[in-house]
């Protein structure tokens, strides 16, 4: 099983920077997937950003050169680098684990983390 533990969310000013983590914990497999979406009221679910095991990384149109993704393997954490934000950000973001192996697939979410972007 694995646990994911979000942190980082708040309220930040437009222009502002916020970094969100992800902790992740128990069976993770090492070929795996990680990452960020987001929901707004009233909006479904978007993704916003993905971390392959591999190294490959990918992002929404909306977030690209403002947002960054990355792992840290030693600590079985994901990042979320959030700058330049704006209010259109504001937002639930969550973050998912994926494997699949030839036996199964595993999906797991956090709990999620409210950014808020206002003046």
């Known amino acids: 099983q694995v646990q994911l533990v979000e942190s980082g969310g708040g309220l930040v000013q437009p222009g502002g920077s916020l970094r969100l983590s992800c902790a992740a914990s128990g069976n993770i497999f090492s070929i795996n997937t990680m990452s960020w979406y987001r929901q707004a009221p009233g909006k479904e679910r978007e993704l916003v950003a993905t971390?392959?095991?591999?190294?490959?990384?990918t992002y929404a149109d909306s977030v690209k050169g403002r947002f960054t993704i990355s792992r840290d393997s030693a600590k079985n954490t994901m990042y979320l680098q959030m700058n330049s934000l704006q209010p259109e950000d504001t937002a639930v973001y969550y973050c998912?684990?994926?494997?699949?192996?030839?036996?199964?697939?595993?999906?797991?979410w956090g709990q999620g983390s409210l950014v808020t972007v206002s003046s």
């Open positions: 971390a392959s095991s591999g190294g490959g990384t």
């Open positions: 998912r684990y994926y494997h699949s192996t030839r036996s199964g697939r595993l999906e797991v």
